[in-house]
């Protein structure tokens, strides 16, 4: 990820108040994953994200009769950290979820298997973000 002006923080701070999602996924019992998106039906909005933050972008929505293709740019695991802690001096919508999801990627232990506490721990989480939308 490039080095990004405060404009262009603020700006992607906007967009993800506005269009943003963070959420913690469950794949499995045990495997639980952040994930980071702003959609967006403005194709170059996304291309920009994408310039500036890395990521990639894919199909969220086909067009239909009543609505617009949609597309989701979403960062890169490893670059989440560096983009939530960059946009959230600006945010205000979505700042308790940042927040949040920085703690979740601080607290969690990382590698081998998990151990009920740290099961629980994830899980409380995953329901806490799961409340924050």
Not at 4 to 24: H, K, P, Q, R, V
Not at 31 to 59: A, P
Not at 60 to 80: I, L, P
Request: hydrophobic share 35%; proline share 1%.
């Amino acid at each position: 990820m490039m080095s990004n002006s405060i404009s262009d923080l603020a700006y992607c701070a906007g967009l993800m108040d506005g269009e943003g999602c963070i959420t913690l996924t469950r794949d499995s019992e045990s495997n639980y994953r952040l994930r980071v998106k702003i959609t967006s039906t403005d194709y170059s909005v996304l291309e920009w994200l994408q310039e500036h933050f890395d990521g990639y972008i894919h199909l969220s929505r086909k067009e239909s009769k009543y609505n617009k293709e949609a597309w989701d740019w979403v960062c890169k695991v490893e670059d989440q950290v560096v983009f939530l802690f960059g946009i959230l001096p600006y945010t205000i919508i979505k700042r308790a979820q940042i927040i949040e999801a920085l703690n979740y990627h601080f607290e969690k232990q990382n590698g081998g298997k998990l151990t009920e506490d740290e099961f629980k721990l994830r899980n409380a989480y995953y329901e806490r973000l799961k409340t924050m939308k």
